[in-house]
């Protein structure tokens, strides 16, 4: 793919798709899978950047795994808790599920560990979940002393024990430390301090390691217990990634079509299948079936939603807001600063590229739309940007997205896939 790729205008979509596997999914089931007694298999898993560093990093950690990327399956030998390396240098690109997982992960064994990652990596928080595991009996720190990567974890094991955790920058420090939990000497309680962004991912690892075989005593998600315990291998399948889908049904709702996208269902684990009950406020037509969720265009107009809990798609609703009669108000997403890229500084830079009006919110945006016209889309290498960004062009002409090949962090054949779903070529 080129550096740049303009999008072509469609008439109102109609058709179906099978989104790739979840990376959150695919991710979480490879931490799991790893540290599991016997092998499991996972399938439908993820194809992308973010599970080829996580695969490159657990094979570094001496963990075999076998990666059928045409079949879209993964073969995991699970150590027993027992990670065989007892020194790794770890490159994890810009994947925070990676670097959170992979730092509590590494604190169950004994040796000495470093992660890092691009530049961008460099620069997003993570001492909160350093403090955290310092408390559980684990020396670990920043090299830098900033708080953020490289990350430098000394371990002679978890001892486990109570601590607390920051919840407001990010939930997969507290997925990371659910997931390395059970292998701590003792039983380990996490108290999250302040208010919990995203919960959905946090009930969603709780929902895996109980499929692997290990309770979360979660409650309202303010207080989590786990007790010592040990995974046990398995065969599991990874759901399409509803954060993938999101842009499928933004598509429909900015072409006025009709997209039902396959795999997905209202009983999901991610919570992004949520996703669709925005559209639905801001006037389209949600069918879910069995294993399948319908989104029918209409006219929009604007709503105000906290989207706390789906942080990840506020991009995509951003994109069909700029379609909307009225404005859209945001909140709930402070942390969305903290992610691949500012995701409201940045994203309220592009909007205003395409005719919007945006007032920059302490915790989101207002996007109040204007006379829309055509742009080059910046995406700091944010594979979110590049995707939601993207569906103004289905009906705005002009629109060119700078560095597409970003998209490989999590969809490497989106362009093709939108392409292909709304039966136009992009050039």
């Known amino acids: 793919m080129t550096s740049r790729i303009e999008i072509s205008p469609a008439p109102p979509i109609l058709?179906?798709?099978?989104?790739?596997?979840?990376?959150?999914?695919?991710?979480?089931?490879?931490?799991?899978?790893a540290l599991a007694e016997g092998d499991s298999v996972l399938t439908g898993a993820l194809e992308s950047e973010d599970t080829h560093v996580?695969?490159?990093?657990?094979?570094?950690?001496?963990?075999?795994?076998?990666?059928?990327?045409?079949?879209?399956?993964?073969?995991?030998?699970?150590?027993?808790?027992?990670?065989?390396?007892?020194?790794?240098?770890?490159?994890?690109?810009?994947?925070?599920?990676?670097?959170?997982?992979?730092?509590?992960?590494?604190?169950?064994?004994?040796?000495k560990y470093r992660l890092d990652g691009i530049p961008r990596m460099r620069?997003?928080?993570?001492?909160?979940?350093?403090?955290?595991?310092?408390?559980?009996?684990?020396?670990?720190?920043?090299?830098?002393?900033?708080?953020c990567p490289p990350v430098v974890v000394e371990t002679t094991g978890l001892v486990g024990g109570a601590a607390k955790i920051a919840g407001?920058?990010?939930?997969?420090?507290?997925?990371?430390?659910?997931?390395?939990a059970?292998?701590?000497?003792?039983?380990?309680?996490?108290?999250?301090?302040?208010?919990?962004?995203?919960?959905?991912?946090?009930?969603?690892?709780?929902?895996?390691m109980s499929d692997f075989g290990v309770t979360v005593d979660a409650g309202d998600l303010t207080k989590l217990v786990i007790p010592p315990g040990k995974?046990?291998?398995?065969?599991?399948?990874?759901?399409?990634?509803?954060?993938?889908?999101?842009?499928?049904?933004?598509?429909?709702?900015?072409?006025?079509?009709?997209?039902?996208?396959?795999?997905?269902?209202?009983?999901?684990?991610?919570?992004?299948?949520?996703f669709c009950e925005c559209l639905e406020q801001m006037g389209c037509q949600v069918e879910y079936g069995e294993n399948s969720i319908k989104v029918i265009g209409s006219r929009v107009h604007g709503i105000c939603i906290d989207m706390n809990a789906?942080?990840?798609?506020?991009?995509?609703?951003?994109?069909?807001?700029?379609?909307?009669?009225?404005?859209?108000?945001?909140?709930?997403?402070?942390?969305?600063?903290?992610?691949?890229?500012?995701?409201?500084?940045?994203?309220?830079?592009?909007?205003?590229k395409l005719g919007a009006i945006v007032e920059e919110l302490e915790d989101g945006l207002t996007i109040i739309p204007g006379k829309l016209q055509g742009a080059e889309i910046e995406t700091y290498n944010d594979h979110r940007m590049a995707m939601s960004l993207?569906?103004?062009?289905?009906?705005?002409?002009?629109?060119?997205?700078?560095?597409?090949?970003?998209t490989n962090k999590t969809y490497p054949h989106y362009f093709a896939d939108l392409a292909r779903l709304a039966g136009v070529n992009f050039q």
């Open 15 to 33: 058709g179906s798709i099978l989104p790739p596997g979840s990376k959150s999914l695919t991710n979480r089931a490879l931490v799991i899978a």
């Open 54 to 111: 996580m695969i490159d990093s657990l094979r570094q950690l001496g963990i075999e795994v076998q990666h059928d990327s045409h079949a879209k399956v993964i073969r995991v030998a699970g150590t027993g808790g027992a990670i065989p390396a007892r020194e790794a240098d770890l490159f994890v690109a810009n994947s925070g599920t990676t670097i959170r997982f992979l730092t509590a992960m590494v604190a169950t064994g004994d040796g």
């Open 123 to 147: 620069e997003r928080p993570i001492k909160d979940l350093l403090d955290t595991l310092s408390r559980l009996g684990v020396t670990c720190r920043s090299e830098t002393g900033n708080g």
């Open 168 to 180: 407001d920058i990010s939930s997969q420090y507290l997925s990371g430390l659910m997931m390395a």
């Open 182 to 208: 059970p292998y701590a000497a003792s039983g380990v309680t996490l108290e999250v301090v302040g208010e919990l962004v995203s919960k959905p991912y946090v009930q969603m690892t709780a929902a895996i």
């Open 231 to 274: 995974y046990q291998g398995r065969e599991y399948a990874i759901e399409p990634d509803a954060s993938a889908a999101s842009y499928f049904w933004g598509a429909a709702a900015i072409t006025g079509g009709s997209v039902t996208v396959e795999g997905l269902s209202r009983e999901a684990l991610q919570g992004d299948v949520a």
């Open 310 to 352: 789906i942080s990840d798609t506020v991009q995509t609703l951003a994109a069909v807001a700029l379609f909307a009669d009225g404005p859209t108000t945001v909140t709930g997403v402070a942390h969305n600063r903290h992610k691949e890229t500012d995701r409201i500084g940045d994203l309220a830079r592009e909007l205003r």
């Open 390 to 406: 993207a569906l103004v062009g289905l009906r705005q002409p002009g629109v060119v997205i700078l560095n597409p090949t970003c």
